[in-house]
């Protein structure tokens, strides 16, 4: 069945660029490195899928002469879309090709079967929970770099979605550090539910919530998550495995704690982290009262000595970190203020952005 359109170049390019980063780039199934385009309701749909994480995207800046579907390379369509300047391309297909045409351009790309694509799963019955999307995008960005890549304990290479009553938590954790941001949740389908999503599905979604207002409607299986918000749906498989039990990780009794300027101590870690290497890869924190210390050592290359004016009224307390880690965590954070706690220096440090942000990282030995 041929297709006839005409649509709106910028929006296609919008959910082609989505989209292309879900299709699989390396895969022996070369229906998997390509899109499916689909009109629905005189709209256009745009799917694609790697097995695991899918994606449908949705395109109402379109006027649909002849319905369809089509299944063409998202690569060579992607690009062909963005380098194009027309206001509106026509997409046609005929037995063999698709066809994009511009004011001064005519591009025709081979297509596959649309019945030979994988089925992309929608949201479909009532969803467990929803999220305001700018909570969502907010929890995410707090969350996800901590979370490990390419571990062989497959739990903790994704993000814990947690739903207890009206509260969602999404955690993460590579073993050096632990992630936990919480939100509101509207009670959708009553019951705590939780899933561990894996990271691909998490920064499709991240990337969504960019431009979505309103609320994400989420629905949790055994198996499976799908999460719906404005025109585009995101699911995902789910990772096997057990969570490790994260609230055991989070000290309770640091009782030596300091607020401080986020920025001012990110910027104070990124200057101490210029004279670190790989071999070296800690900064000293030296709390002593008024004061935080900041000093570092590469081998052959110098040394980095940084204060930093705080309010700080404890015995004093030397304790090493990997800066990186908590750089990653300061430059998520919106909060102007942190607090940040210690009990030893072989203890984990806790840093807090009011009530709804923990993290925890492990120290390193710089003796």
């Not at 899918?54 to 060579?76: C, F, H, N």
């Not at 704690?257 to 030296?286: D, H, I, W, Y």
Request: hydrophobic share 45%; aromatic share 6%; net charge negative.
């Amino acid at each position: 069945m041929t297709m006839k359109l005409a649509i709106n170049r910028q929006a296609f390019s919008t959910a082609l660029g989505e989209a292309a980063t879900v299709a699989a780039s390396r895969t022996p199934k070369p229906i998997l490195q390509c899109v499916l385009l689909r009109t629905v309701d005189r709209a256009l749909v745009v799917m694609a899928t790697d097995l695991e994480t899918s994606l449908r995207v949705g395109v109402p800046q379109v006027e649909v002469s002849d319905p369809g579907a089509a299944v063409v390379s998202a690569e060579k369509l992607t690009a062909i879309v963005r380098e194009s300047s027309d206001e509106v391309l026509h997409v046609e297909t005929d037995a063999q090709f698709c066809h994009i045409r511009g004011e001064d351009s005519h591009f025709q790309i081979f297509m596959l079967d649309p019945a030979e694509y994988p089925p992309i799963p929608d949201l479909e019955g009532e969803p467990h929970l929803r999220v305001p999307a700018e909570e969502l995008a907010r929890m995410i960005a707090y969350t996800c770099y901590a979370a490990a890549k390419e571990n062989t304990r497959f739990a903790i290479n994704g993000l814990l979605w947690e739903k207890r009553g009206r509260r969602l938590r999404l955690v993460a954790t590579d073993g050096r550090r632990l992630a936990l941001a919480m939100g509101a949740a509207a009670d959708g389908g009553g019951e705590n539910v939780e899933a561990i999503v894996p990271l691909k599905a998490v920064s499709t979604l991240q990337r969504v919530l960019a431009d979505v207002e309103g609320d994400v409607r989420v629905r949790m299986t055994p198996n499976q998550i799908v999460a719906q918000a404005g025109l585009a749906t995101v699911s995902s498989v789910l990772v096997e495995g057990h969570f490790p039990k994260y609230e055991d990780v989070i000290p309770q009794d640091n009782d030596k704690k300091v607020e401080m300027n986020a920025g001012e101590f990110l910027r104070a870690l990124k200057r101490a982290a210029l004279l670190t290497t790989q071999e070296s890869r800690g900064v000293r924190l030296s709390f002593k009262k008024g004061v935080l210390e900041l000093t570092s050592r590469a081998p052959e290359q110098g040394e980095a000595h940084i204060t930093l004016p705080i309010e700080y009224e404890y015995e004093p307390l030397a304790i090493g970190f990997n800066p990186g880690l908590l750089i990653d965590a300061l430059k998520a954070l919106e909060p102007e203020t942190v607090e940040f706690s210690m009990k030893e220096a072989n203890r984990p440090g806790l840093l807090r952005a009011g009530t709804d942000f923990t993290y925890v990282v492990m120290p390193v030995n710089l003796s």
